[in-house]
């Protein structure tokens, strides 16, 4: 048995449920999401718009790994539409800054350039300080995968350093920059 998927999600208020055929969509004041689920495989139960359930219809070792899968998946389509998702960046380094303009992020990390990093629709990106970059959305997946991209832009290097002998090996960081999620 799933420890994950026996818990059953509860609804909000303000967020609607709708099982049409094979897919779930779960509508709310953020966003509306639309999820796929294998009802070959799957029991999904919307009981009085308030809770859902999901449990396989044949317990085997690929329903068990997917089941609390699909669950969180859920779960997180929820929450999302309901409240959402926040992650905060903090740049840390000389001369490091970000600056909004429009629909782009702008970011000076460094390099003899600006990059510019055009935002997708469904993500809000704020620069509380010029080193404080907070990225929300609806959709988890997309929120950390724009952190993630951000993040790409700068990578925090470590070198390794042998002496002539290579009997030890010391530790030299060579850039100063990291990204802090809190």
Same mark, same amino acid.
């Given at each position: 048995? +799933?420890?994950?998927?026996?818990?059953?999600?509860?609804? $909000?208020?303000?967020?609607?449920?709708? /099982?049409?055929?094979?897919?779930?969509?779960?509508?709310? $004041?953020?966003?509306?999401?639309? /999820?796929?689920?294998?009802?070959?495989?799957?029991?999904?139960?919307?009981?009085?718009?308030?809770?859902?359930?999901?449990? $396989?219809?044949?317990v085997d070792?690929?329903?068990?790994?997917?089941?609390?899968?699909?669950?969180s998946l859920?779960?997180?389509?929820?929450?999302?539409?309901?409240?959402?998702?926040?992650?905060?960046?903090?740049?840390?380094?000389?001369?490091?800054?970000?600056? /909004?303009?429009?629909?782009?992020?702008? /970011? *000076?990390?460094?390099?003899?350039?600006?990059?510019?990093?055009?935002? $997708?629709?469904?993500?809000?990106?704020?620069?509380?300080?010029?080193?404080?970059?907070?990225?929300?959305?609806?959709?988890? *997946?997309?929120?950390?995968?724009?952190?993630?991209?951000?993040? +790409?832009?700068?990578v925090f290097?470590?070198?390794?350093?042998?002496?002539?002998?290579?009997?030890?090996?010391?530790?030299?960081?060579?850039?100063?920059? *990291?990204?802090?999620?809190?």
């Amino acid at each position: 048995m +799933s420890k994950i998927g026996k818990i059953n999600i509860s609804i $909000p208020e303000k967020v609607k449920a709708v /099982l049409s055929g094979n897919v779930l969509n779960i509508e709310g $004041p953020l966003g509306k999401k639309s /999820l796929n689920v294998d009802l070959e495989m799957f029991n999904v139960d919307i009981t009085e718009g308030k809770t859902i359930s999901i449990k $396989p219809k044949k317990v085997d070792q690929n329903s068990k790994r997917l089941w609390g899968m699909n669950r969180s998946l859920i779960n997180n389509a929820v929450i999302g539409s309901s409240t959402g998702y926040e992650k905060i960046l903090e740049l840390v380094g000389v001369g490091y800054r970000a600056a /909004l303009k429009e629909k782009q992020l702008n /970011l *000076q990390l460094g390099y003899s350039h600006d990059i510019n990093f055009d935002i $997708p629709e469904d993500i809000k990106i704020v620069v509380e300080k010029q080193t404080t970059i907070k990225v929300s959305g609806y959709d988890k *997946q997309q929120v950390g995968m724009v952190c993630s991209k951000i993040k +790409s832009f700068r990578v925090f290097i470590n070198f390794f350093w042998f002496n002539r002998y290579f009997f030890t090996v010391s530790y030299v960081k060579v850039e100063h920059f *990291q990204i802090n999620i809190k």
